[in-house]
């Protein structure tokens, strides 16, 4: 069964996942790359090192945001929201962004890029220790799709 996801199963695939997709277009080119993630409910906020990624959401701001959680290929959940990128550069929007993002729940096995510092899992204590560029994306409109079902699928090699 293939079908829409409700509001509160949007905000909880969104509440609970950590790595997301960003979608930027620049010049007839688009580009889409994983990135770590927390989200607030009106924004998905992220830290990144300057790249091709922050370079284009500079120059067009609209970008697409994509969230899943795939058992397998007939059992997933996917989220897609449009919205406005905005680098976090006043104090206090920065360290609310940092508070969301220190917060998520990462698994005990991760990836540098999911980690704010070298003090990870803690907070650094200073936020001004965290480096890379802050920034969060304002939720403009978002939407969700599943597919479901109950039948075993194995894979033939």
Not at 59 to 75: D, L, M, Q, W, Y
Not at 91 to 120: C, F, M
Request: hydrophobic content about 35%; proline content about 3%; overall charge negative.
């Amino acid at each position: 069964m293939i079908g829409h996801l409700n509001e509160e199963e949007v905000e909880s695939l969104l509440n609970h996942q950590v790595i997301g997709r960003i979608g930027c277009c620049v010049d007839n080119r688009c580009y889409v790359v994983p990135i770590s993630f927390a989200y607030d409910g009106r924004y998905v906020y992220c830290r990144s090192q300057e790249g091709l990624k922050i370079q284009m959401m500079r120059k067009n701001p609209h970008v697409c945001f994509e969230a899943e959680n795939t058992r397998n290929h007939a059992n997933w959940q996917s989220v897609v929201i449009q919205g406005i990128y905005e680098e976090l550069e006043a104090v206090d929007e920065r360290n609310e962004a940092l508070t969301w993002l220190h917060k998520r729940v990462l698994p005990i096995r991760s990836s540098e890029t999911t980690h704010l510092g070298n003090d990870w899992p803690f907070s650094a204590g200073d936020n001004d220790a965290v480096d890379g560029i802050i920034f969060r994306i304002q939720v403009v409109e978002k939407s969700g799709r599943f597919e479901r079902t109950n039948q075993d699928y194995y894979f033939a090699t």
